[in-house]
């Protein structure tokens, strides 16, 4: 249900603004086609962010149950306790993110290639394992639920709105195309839409891929050391 949940308003803000903004496409400037096959990556990024931003929630009552405490004096590893998390994390979003891209492709989106839509998933797990991995560890470090889920509605619509996701990067303000030089979401925007255009090989795809996997190892890195940290 709650896989379900989270793909419900990325995939009506997909339709909505699709028709809300259609008109926007006809702007001088614009990358050419309509303005929802522009919006696509954005949308699938925003499953990214809904599927993980509050994964942290169920290791919450798992370490309110105990759970956590009981592994945490096992010789388990670390990395393996953290990596099943966001691992399992990722894999749900990347099917979430297959039936909106299912759903969409009904509704008229173009893509430029199966293979194109195959190696977004692989910008999806990168994204995922990252966000999962700051949820976790900052469940962790907060140990409540309710300013994890604070922390987690302030992550997503403004880490959204600092991306190309919904307008081209011509069309934002100096100081926010500043801001999207550190945005992961704007990496793994920008890495999505190259694919569905059917641009598969380039330097800033390339660019664009090492610093998803830069991001996701830094924020599990970071994830494992807060396990470490409680368990001492």
């Known amino acids: 249900m709650w896989a379900l949940f989270t793909i419900v308003q990325p995939l009506i803000w997909l339709l909505i603004f699709g028709q809300l903004f259609k008109n926007m496409a006809s702007l ?16 699938i990024i925003m499953t990214v962010l809904f599927g993980t931003s509050w994964s942290g929630v169920s290791l919450l009552r798992e370490i309110n149950f105990g759970t956590v405490e009981k592994m945490l004096v096992t010789p388990v590893s670390r990395i393996a306790i953290v990596m099943s998390r966001v691992i399992h994390a990722a894999v749900t979003v990347i099917f979430q993110c297959l039936i909106i891209l299912i759903i969409a492709l009904i509704f008229g989106v173009k893509v430029s290639g199966f293979s194109g839509a195959l190696l977004s998933l692989v910008i ?39 991306s190309s996701a919904m307008v081209p990067k011509s069309f934002m303000p ?14 793994a925007v920008e890495a999505t839409r190259s694919f569905y255009s059917g641009v598969i090989t380039s330097e800033a795809v390339l660019f664009q891929i090492v610093f998803l996997i830069i991001f996701a190892l830094a924020s599990v890195s970071w994830a494992t050391e807060m396990f470490i940290n409680q368990g001492e």
């Open 28 to 43: 001088p400037g614009f990358p050419s086609g309509r303005y929802m096959d522009f919006f696509m990556p954005g949308a």
């Open 124 to 162: 999806v797990f990168l994204l995922s394992v990252g966000f999962s991995g700051i949820s976790n560890g900052l469940a962790i470090w907060l140990k409540r639920e309710e300013p994890l889920v604070v922390i987690g509605n302030m992550m997503t619509l403004p880490l959204m709105f600092f």
């Open 174 to 187: 100096e100081w926010i195309r500043v801001i999207t030089m550190i945005n992961p979401i704007d990496y």
